[in-house]
T-cell receptor, first 115, second 113 residues
Framework: AQKITQTQPGMFVQEKEAVTLDCTYD???????LFWYKQPSSGEMIFLIY??????QNATEGRYSLNFQKARKSANLVISASQLGDSAMYFC????????????FGQGTELSVKP | DAGVIQSPRHEVTEMGQEVTLRCKPI?????LFWYRQTMMRGLELLIY????????DSGMPEDRFSAKMPNASFSTLKIQPSEPRDSAVYFC???????????FGQGTRLTVV
């Protein structure tokens, strides 16, 4: 069964520093997608970045990059040059290709950016 | 595109009453998901549909919960009878076919008193 684990309930980072949010996953499906979402205090869920299991390169989107280590089954999110507006909950999610498209989420990590 | 639209945004109801949450997915999307978010349990997948057909409802907590998708542009999540422990934020999300991201609605904050 697919499973997503985020072991950091809360993280602090100094403004302008980089931060890494951890995510590990478990699946037996060779085809899957990994996603990161941001949920600010206002509550909406914002899609940030996607990594496919067959992608050779790590995904990047602006200040966000995904450190994909397939053998370790990890998909950590790296935020460079943190800004105060990055303070939010961050969720890792996974979707399996051969299981009808089910999308499940990890428990989330609350990131606080300090000025 | 207007995005995923959920209604109502807020709902306060008394225990025992029926509650219906509504969702309009993004046009052209094939998948629709219903999630419940609480502090204790995080973001739980309740049920999801592919081309209006329920694929997996194993996350539906009890028989009090039911979901329908009568057509490609509308879905409902119904709780009957509602209980205080059902208080949560309920999200609807939709996506295209394949390993693509899901887009979320603004959520419905349900309070059962």
């Amino acid at each position: 069964a697919q499973k997503i684990t985020q072991t950091q309930p809360g993280m602090f980072v100094q403004e302008k520093e980089a931060v890494t949010l951890d995510c590990t996953y478990d699946t037996s499906d060779p085809s899957y997608g990994l996603f990161w979402y941001k949920q600010p205090s206002s509550g909406e869920m914002i899609f940030l970045i996607y990594q496919g299991s067959y992608d050779q390169q790590n995904a990047t989107e602006g200040r966000y990059s995904l450190n994909f280590q397939k053998a370790r089954k990890s998909a950590n999110l790296v935020i460079s040059a943190s800004q105060l507006g990055d303070s939010a909950m961050y969720f890792c999610a996974m979707r399996e290709g051969n299981q009808g498209g089910k999308l499940i989420f990890g428990q989330g990590t609350e990131l606080s950016v300090k000025p | 595109d207007a995005g995923v639209i959920q209604s109502p945004r807020h709902e306060v109801t008394e225990m025992g009453q029926e509650v219906t949450l509504r969702c309009k997915p993004i046009s052209g999307h094939d998948y629709l998901f219903w999630y419940r978010q609480t502090m204790m349990r995080g973001l739980e997948l309740l049920i999801y549909f592919n081309n209006n057909v329920p694929i997996d409802d194993s996350g539906m907590p009890e028989d009090r919960f039911s979901a329908k998708m009568p057509n490609a542009s509308f879905s409902t999540l119904k709780i009957q009878p509602s209980e205080p422990r059902d208080s949560a934020v309920y999200f609807c999300a939709s996506s295209k076919q394949g390993l693509t991201e899901a887009f979320f609605g603004q959520g419905t904050r349900l309070t059962v008193v």
